[in-house]
Each structure stands twice: as C-alpha cells, then as structure tokens.
C-alpha cells in the first residue's frame, strides 16, 4: 500500500472516530451550556443507543444473562440499520426527557458534585442492568451489508476501509449542522441563548424556560443515540461501552468549549485524528495522546479552543 493511501485511511479513520466524539460531544456541550448541569450519565444514554439500535437492526443470540437463562437466547426485530437510525433517536429522545425530568430537575441548583455523583451512580446503575440482563459478553453489531466494502467510487475504491465508515461521517456532519441552525437561527435558539446568558430576563418576559431546556436536553439525548447507533458496528458491544466513551466526550467539550457546537466538532476532529495517528505509529500511547492534547489545550486556553472568557471550565 502506497505511503499516500496509508495517510488517507488514516485520516478517514480519525474523521470517523472523531464523528463518534462529535456526536456526544455536542450533545454534551449544549446540555452543560444550557442547563450549567454537569450529566456523568451520558455515557449511558450511548449504552441505551447502541442496545436499541443493535436489537432494532439485527437478531442477536445471548450467550449468558438473565434474558438468556429465562429461555431468551434469540432477540431483536431483524428490521435493518435505516428502522434503527429512524427510531433509536426517539427512544433516547424520551429517555432523556425522563431523566431531565426526574433526575435533572431536582439537582439542578445542586452542587457540580452532587450532580456528578448522581449521575455516575445512575450511570452505573444502568451499566449493571444491561450486563445483569444481557451478560457481560460482547454482542457481534455487524455493519449492513450494503456499506460494508470499500465505496464503488473512484480513488475511494482504493481506500481500504469499509463505506459505514464514511456513512458515519455524513450522518454526523448532517445532524450537527441541523443542531447548529436550530440553535442559532431559530426562535427556540433565541431563547435557548437567552435564558443561557440571563435566565432571570427571560422569565421576567412570561417565557418559562422549562420547556425549551428540557427540549434541549433530550436532543442532546438523541444525539448520543444515534452515536451509539453509528458506533455500534465499528466497536464490541457490552455493557461497559457508555462509561468507556464517556471521558472522551466530556474531553471534547473541554477542549472545544462548553457550550460551543463548533468547539466540539473542532474537538472531536482533534481527538479523533490524534488517536487514529497514534493507532497507526504508537499503539500503546493512544489513549495518552488524548488526555496530553487536552492538557496542553487547556495551559494555553483554559476556556477551550473556542470558549468564551467567562465560559471556562
């Protein structure tokens, strides 16, 4: 394989891998700009996206497990990948509602602790019921068989790496930018960013903020949905998945900016191309890399690479 096709799969590996942290990152970044609630359970909602999408797609065999020990040991719908990608943002979406409701409301002028607490804990909860029901073993997430080779595109047939890999990339790019605009140039983004700078005005104007916030949060739900959706085939599938990916996301928003939907996507391209080149040089420095990158970002520009002053972290 020529030098230049090395480079460029390895490039499309990192743009892919850092759709992945896109996906939560944003998620993230307008929950804790928005809200200013710190969610340690968003790992868990891309756990719930992942199982959803995984049972929604295809027809799994368990292996251990309550499900499996109660006569279960064949699950899911068999309707395919384009079903999932449709219904699993809905699913989370109303999951998120229901944390925000129930969880998020209660501890939102609470400490940054107590919120971290109660929602590692509750992230942990959900890890346990997901291993206690469908064991502890990884489950096989293939990839559709209509984007599992190498695109029939010129140059790109070149490249090996399978086509879910780019499909992953669009999916991500297109969902972001649909967020941004709804953010940015919408009456319910006005208000979004308005009650973000001063809550106080906004309600003194007969706007209850509730409504939007919540609405807010359960996007952010839904994204991590679908990342778990799009993540899933690329990854093993077991029930530790939500809190492995979970300090990555949560770096991305760090080192992008809280509450920047650009400075997560800037983020999650930085990290995601940073792994993919330590994978393909220095295997077992990967995972440092990312953790130094932040650092280094977060010396120079402790409020992220396009925080603002008063926004930092």
Known sequence: MSFHIEAITVLLNGLQQGAIYI??????????????????????????GTYAGLLIALEVNLTSGLLQEWGYGQLGLGLGYIPALIIV????????????RWVVEPFKDRPDTDQILVTFGLAIVVQEVFRTFFGSSSLPFSQPSWAEGAPQVPFLA???ISSWRYYVIVITAVL??????????TDFGLIVRAGTRDPEMVELLGIRLSRPYIIVFGIGAALAGVAGVVGGPLNPVNPTIGNDILVPAFLTVVIGGVGSIAGATLGGVLFGLTY?????????????GLYAIAAVVL???????????????
Not at 276 to 288: G, K, R
């Open 276 to 288: 993919a080149i330590l994978v393909a040089t220095f295997s077992s420095w990967a995972q440092v």
């Open 89 to 100: 943002p809905f699913v989370v979406f109303v999951v998120g509602l229901a944390m925000e």
């Open 158 to 160: 070149q490249i090996p």
């Open 23 to 48: 996906l939560l990152a944003v998620g993230l970044s307008i929950i804790l700009g928005t809200l200013k609630f710190v969610n340690f359970a968003h790992g868990a909602l891309y756990l719930i």
């Open 299 to 313: 010396l120079v520009r402790p409020q992220g690479l396009l925080g603002e002053e008063g926004v930092a972290p």
């Open 176 to 185: 972001v930018a649909i967020v941004y605009l709804l953010v940015e140039y």
